[in-house]
């Protein structure tokens, strides 16, 4: 059964804590995402990886760590220094990056984590 | 501009009637437009997806209209059913770049 998981469903944590959440996938897909998602808002990019031992920087990087060790797994860390970390984190991942664009592109997304500070 | 406006931020609609969800973007690179399904507490499903070189696709009740020179393009959900509620976003790819999303669009039907 493929598909990508993330857990836990639901997390909380104290203020200055730091967290790992985690997301693994089957699909045997080259790149992977992580999305902030706050109410009324749109998905934001805060890491992605196109490859084992790489990764970049999305738009809203700062607070926020991720490692690549494993083609299926991409955990991210949300540290103390993240100002406003209570969201709902989406966990994706696409066959590649090819061009031009098409469903090779396409990402598939994780059920999520609705992390919670105290 | 990266950016991509998505409208309206909330629709209604009777059940059996059409929804329409507008997006429009300026960045002329974009050349891949996905349209995402969000149910409640789960992540984003792919919908439906154009590339700029057709005009429309449809799957089913699902309808993407594109407008190159406008720079738009438009969800249409035909007979929509209460089980359409949820929040779709649609987003726009550059290669090289990653995927842009609109803010979303809560549809709720009623029965």
């Known amino acids: 059964d493929g598909g990508i998981t993330q857990s836990p469903k639901y997390l909380f944590r104290k203020e200055g804590q730091n967290v790992t959440l985690s997301c693994e996938q089957n699909?045997?897909?080259?790149?992977m995402y992580w999305y902030r998602q706050d109410p009324g808002q749109g998905l934001r990019l805060i890491y992605y990886?196109?490859?084992?031992?790489?990764?970049q920087k999305g738009d809203i990087a700062e607070g926020y760590s991720v490692s690549r060790e494993k083609k299926e797994s991409f955990p991210l860390t949300v540290t103390s220094a993240q100002k406003n970390p209570t969201a709902f984190y989406l966990c994706?991942?696409?066959?590649?990056?090819?061009?031009?664009?098409?469903?090779?592109?396409?990402?598939?997304f994780g059920p999520g984590t609705r992390l919670t500070v105290l | 501009q990266q950016q991509v406006k998505q409208s309206p931020q909330s629709l209604i609609v009777q059940k059996g009637g059409i929804s329409i969800i507008n997006c429009a973007y300026e960045?002329?690179?974009?050349?891949?437009f996905p349209w995402y399904q969000q149910f409640p507490g789960k992540g984003p499903a792919l919908l439906i997806a154009?590339?700029?070189?057709?005009s429309e696709k449809k799957e089913g009740r699902f309808t993407i209209s594109f407008n190159k020179s406008a720079k738009q393009f438009s969800l249409h959900i035909m007979d929509s059913q209460p089980g359409d509620s949820a929040t779709y976003f649609c987003?726009?790819?550059?290669?090289?770049?990653?995927?842009?999303f609109g803010p979303g669009t809560r549809l709720s039907v009623l029965p």
């Open positions: 994706a991942s696409s066959p590649g990056t090819g061009f031009p664009p098409s469903s090779y592109n396409e990402q598939f």
């Open positions: 699909l045997n897909h080259d790149a």
């Open positions: 990886s196109q490859i084992v031992n790489d990764f």
């Open positions: 960045n002329t690179a974009f050349d891949y």
């Open positions: 154009i590339r700029p070189d057709v």
């Open positions: 987003a726009a790819l550059n290669y090289g770049q990653n995927f842009v």
